[in-house]
């Protein structure tokens, strides 16, 4: 009886706490992936926008990308 009372209250925990990093880096790991292609779909989007309002002044592709580059 006193072994499993054992088993109970000491090596749950103790699994919870061996199965933490891995938990926490795969968790890390699914929320940077999603980030990253939140940030990947604004870029484009943003892209789009600037060859758009390019192609609407008549201003060359080529001079927008250097204004974006200098802010």
Known sequence: MFTHLFDRTLLRPWGAVRRWPV??????????????????????????????????????MSEVVAQAANG
């Open 23 to 60: 938990e926490s880096q795969l968790g890390a790991r699914r929320n940077a992936m999603i980030a990253s292609t939140v940030l990947a779909q604004r870029r484009a989007e943003r892209d789009d926008v600037a060859e758009f309002l390019a192609a609407r002044r008549g201003t060359a």
